[in-house]
């Protein structure tokens, strides 16, 4: 038979159309799909993101520059800065920390997956990253509950179809953190390396040191249920314990350590961004008070780039707590702002220093307590050096003139033993916690820890830090707007915002 060309074109088509049907559900399907966005991603992977963004958005970020200006580190002069200063709207606003709340969320919803990758039954199951998955998790749902109390937790966090999850009491969601603590020293233990490599913004690959940090997060947020123990010489020497395996120098601190290039420190990041804080007057005035030997290490004239070597440089032009003028680089700065690649630190070593102090002293033994509060003085002294070279390195400012020199351990030292141990005799609990709130004044995102402190001294009636804002103080970070909106469980819980003036979190005496 002779097959014309009409013919051929229609035998053509019709295996054309066969080919098209027969692959239509393996090819057409994927039409749409964009290869690049992967649907399964590996463990380590993930762990990256979740490091990153546990650094620079849960604590290093937002969080720790309103912060900053609630426990007065610094001040806020512009813009929402100066409201959140004044206690006008940001305070109580459920869009202030909105990006926080969700990134947190997205944050534990990723470590959960990566955490049921390499469990038993996952598909990575065996994977020695899962200790740090543990840790970083523990770490998350920490910091979420720390700032906003009760909040969504059990059914909120597993990809699942639940506009509407129900809000978990925060005594419950603590069960859990320590629940994964402890599951991560287990994991942690089980291998030296956790197959991460470069994937590790952190350790490197290192679960040593991995543990390390999980025995110091479990000190942390032992502490924090101070208030609430049933059994107080117990959980302190728990918290003795958790130290002593710990870190053992500041090069083993659990930090991020990423920044250069365009990669910014975030507090360098927002304050270059919106230049809203200033020096805070009332650090300045307390410091001057001690004779601090930081006075001539920390302040800046933001135009000029000078760092004023003494508190009597009549060029010092400090804002007024609580209601300063708005204006932006007319105040003296603290020179935190510049510290362009100063790292984040998740839990430092001077921390467990004052953890440990703390410890001692409340288990009456005030002598090692006042021994553990100089070397957390000195390791305080030691990371301020640290802020101070970043900032003197950073590449946006361009130089600074700077008459003074490093203080050095000898000259900590003896500042701790002409000025600071008088008062430690006379009130040692009160001059553990305003060292350590001193020591956590910086570019490392140390506010955030501070906050906690302030709120649980308060808790348990000691009310040792003086702060000079005569506005409300905040008691915890309002729910995201995200949720106020979409959820009806958080709608009711926000009502207008004012709760945040009025409500303690549970650990803090509070009921929600």
């Not at 179809?161 to 603590?174: F, G, H, S």
Request: aromatic content about 10%; overall charge negative; glycine content about 8%.
């Amino acid at each position: 038979m002779k097959i014309n060309n009409i013919t051929k074109v229609l035998l053509s088509t019709a295996i054309l159309c066969a080919t098209f049907v027969s692959c239509s559900e393996d090819t057409m399907d994927r039409l749409n799909e964009n290869t690049s966005n992967p649907k399964d991603v590996l463990a380590k992977y993930i762990l990256t993101e979740v490091m990153t963004s546990t650094g620079f958005s849960s604590i290093g970020g937002d969080m720790n520059t309103y912060l900053s200006l609630y426990v007065e580190h610094e001040t806020g002069v512009h813009n929402q800065f100066i409201n959140a200063e004044r206690r006008r709207n940001e305070p109580s606003n459920a869009a202030t920390f909105n990006n926080v709340w969700g990134s947190i969320y997205t944050t534990l919803k990723d470590v959960k997956i990566a955490i049921d990758k390499c469990s038993t039954g996952g598909s990575e199951e065996g994977n020695p990253a899962l200790g740090v998955a543990q840790f970083l998790a523990a770490y998350n749902l920490a910091v979420l509950t720390d700032m906003y109390g009760d909040v969504p937790w059990k059914e909120a966090c597993d990809y699942k179809v639940n506009m509407a999850p129900p809000i978990d009491k925060q005594e419950v969601i603590y069960q859990d953190i320590m629940a994964y603590l402890d599951a991560a020293i287990t994991s942690l233990q089980s291998s030296s390396s956790n197959g991460l490599g470069g994937q590790d913004f952190i350790y490197g690959g290192d679960n040593t040191k991995w543990l390390k940090a999980t025995y110091a997060l479990k000190a942390r947020l032992t502490m924090h249920l101070l208030h609430r123990s049933s059994n107080v010489q117990a959980d302190m020497q728990t918290v003795l314990d958790c130290v002593s395996k710990s870190f053992t120098s500041a090069g083993e601190q659990c930090s991020l350590s990423i920044y250069g290039g365009s990669q910014l420190n975030p507090m360098f990041a927002t304050f270059w961004a919106r230049f809203g804080i200033s020096a805070s007057k009332s650090m300045f005035d307390r410091i001057v008070e001690y004779g601090d030997p930081r006075i001539g290490r920390c302040f800046m004239e933001p135009g000029a780039q000078v760092i004023f070597a003494s508190a009597d440089d009549d060029r010092i032009d400090l804002p007024p707590t609580g209601n300063p003028i708005q204006q932006q680089l007319v105040y003296t700065n603290s020179i935190f702002v510049a510290a362009q690649t100063a790292p984040t630190h998740l839990i430092s070593y001077h921390e467990i220093l004052f953890l440990k102090a703390e410890a001692l002293f409340h288990l009456n033994r005030k002598d090692e307590a006042k021994a553990a509060l100089k070397e957390a003085v000195i390791a305080g002294f030691a990371n301020l050096e640290m802020n101070v070279s970043d900032a003197l390195s950073s590449d946006y400012w361009g130089g600074f003139d700077v008459e003074t020199s490093a203080v050095t351990t000898e000259e900590a030292g003896a500042y701790f033993d002409s000025s600071i141990a008088p008062k430690f005799d006379a009130s040692p609990l009160k001059e553990i916690m305003i060292q350590k709130y001193i020591a956590f004044w910086g570019a490392n995102g140390e506010s955030v820890e501070t906050f906690n402190d302030i709120r649980r001294m308060k808790a348990m009636g000691n009310d040792f830090y003086g702060l000079k804002n005569s506005n409300p103080f905040p008691l915890r970070t309002p729910y995201g707007n995200s949720d106020v909106t979409a959820n009806p469980n958080i709608e009711e819980a926000y009502g207008k915002g004012d709760y945040v003036y009025s409500e303690n979190v549970w650990w803090a005496g509070g009921s929600r």
